[in-house]
């Protein structure tokens, strides 16, 4: 990655009206129905974009969306990329670089994740307080990390205490349950053995996921105000595991997402 590379990616999307969006939105795992929502979609594709990844996964659509959502101007993320695609870290992350130097002031992350905590059941959702790196690298260990910004970022705030606390009473006020959490992020794509999930919770973890912690880093590095909600899907009790199938998330997945999406829709509108 260099900052020409970013510069001809940010031009490409400017000269196709990605104008001073406002807002970031990444869209996790089976989570993509909010785009459907925007208002004056400007839709452009993974692989026309200069130097950007692809997605690989069948089920993220490789799609960066500008245009208007509660009349707010926002570019969002329909796929995401992982290290299990064996993309490394400044690929993952490099949306998240593109974005800010679109213009985006705020950044919003969805995920769909496992629950190891037991008080969590399968279709609530989680608004990250903390998380566990366990990705074994970080998007900062690169050479050239320091003309990008700070190579030491202070992380005792990854997720930004205003926007979570906003969140809370949103949720409150529109009667989600809205639990709250610390998300550890695996490399994948398999899951987890029962003496996984057993180690998890010992070490603090109440969700699993294979995402978000890496575009956290990025965007504390650039000083971008982040919040991030998991949709879990699946329960992770080691003593009573069950196989989980791939296509089961998903339904959990969407079929919960509408209450992410009215949780998103009102933080947009509110800050």
Do not use: W
Request: proline share 5%.
């Amino acid at each position: 990655m260099t900052k020409e590379q970013l510069d001809e990616s940010v031009a490409y999307l400017r000269d196709k009206g990605f104008h001073e969006p406002e807002f970031g939105i990444v869209l996790g795992s089976g989570l993509g129905k909010l785009a459907d929502a925007i208002e004056t979609p400007i839709v452009a594709h993974y692989n026309h974009i200069p130097y950007f990844p692809l997605a690989t996964v069948e089920f993220h659509s490789g799609q960066l969306i500008y245009g208007t959502l509660e009349g707010r101007r926002v570019v969002v993320m329909r796929g995401r990329f992982h290290l299990y695609e064996g993309y490394d870290l400044l690929d993952v992350t490099y949306p998240v670089r593109v974005m800010h130097q679109l213009g985006i002031q705020k950044l919003f992350i969805s995920n769909a994740a496992g629950a190891i905590n037991l008080n969590f059941h399968k279709g609530d959702l989680m608004l990250i307080e903390d998380h566990i790196n366990l990705q074994g690298d970080s998007p900062l260990a690169f050479r050239d990390v320091a003309s990008f910004g700070d190579r030491f970022v202070d992380m005792s705030e990854p997720y930004d205490p205003d926007m979570r606390r906003h969140l809370e009473t949103i949720a409150e006020r529109l009667k989600i349950r809205l639990r709250k959490g610390v998300y550890a992020s695996v490399v994948g794509p398999q899951l987890e053995t029962r003496a996984e999930y057993r180690m998890l919770k010992v070490i603090g973890a109440d969700a699993v996921g294979m995402s978000t912690v890496p575009e956290v880093i990025v965007a504390n590095h650039l000083r971008l105000p982040v919040i991030a909600v998991s949709v879990l899907t699946d329960e992770c009790d080691p003593d009573n595991l069950q196989a989980v199938d791939i296509r089961d998330i998903l339904d959990v997945a969407n079929s919960t997402e509408p209450k992410m999406i009215a949780l998103f829709m009102a933080l947009l509108k509110e800050l």
